[in-house]
């Protein structure tokens, strides 16, 4: 199985990477955020995926699309923020795997316990089906101190949010 998994951050990486690694299937980490801001926040989260997947040897690809004003329109169109944010990086996940020869997708953002789990799911198989390729659920968010742990000893940069400004300014629950 090629995988192409898309990656919010390294440390969330360092989390998933090990458990797919142990199943023998063949991961590209795709870095593909346009929602973390300001641009110095998404060099810190590039510096720390590059050094683990540097450290690990994980096939890399990064795009590093910044562009606020976009993001900000597209995911404040309708209800949900958060699945908005969440279909645009997946969307873009699935394309870009199936337009590069990978057959499967999944995402790191079923590692955290902050996230909306079912939704990246529900996104992620959506997203998956429309580009004729198989989205890997699996849940993460067990590994989940696994990776504060991995992140930690490797002396990763940790954010202590999702991305976007809204996040930065709210509570986690």
Do not use: W
């Amino acid at each position: 199985m090629r995988m192409l998994l898309h990656v919010c951050c390294g440390p969330c990486l360092s989390g998933v990477f090990p458990v797919l690694q142990n199943e023998e299937i063949n991961v590209t980490a795709y870095f593909f955020n346009p929602n973390i801001q300001p641009q110095e926040e998404l060099g810190k989260r590039i510096g720390a995926l590059v050094a683990y997947a540097g450290a690990r040897k994980i096939n890399t690809i990064i795009n590093e699309e910044f562009n606020s004003d976009a993001f900000e329109k597209e995911v404040d169109c309708g209800d949900d923020r958060c699945a908005n944010c969440y279909r645009m990086r997946l969307n873009e996940t699935a394309r870009y795997a199936k337009a590069n020869g990978f057959n499967t997708i999944s995402t790191t953002l079923l590692l955290s316990p902050y996230q909306k789990h079912e939704k990246i799911r529900e996104i992620g198989e959506v997203a998956a089906r429309d580009y004729g390729i198989i989205f890997h659920y699996r849940d993460f968010r067990p590994y989940y101190k696994d990776s504060v742990l991995n992140s930690k000893s490797m002396g990763l940069y940790r954010q202590k949010y999702c991305g976007c400004g809204k996040s930065k300014t709210s509570k986690r629950s």
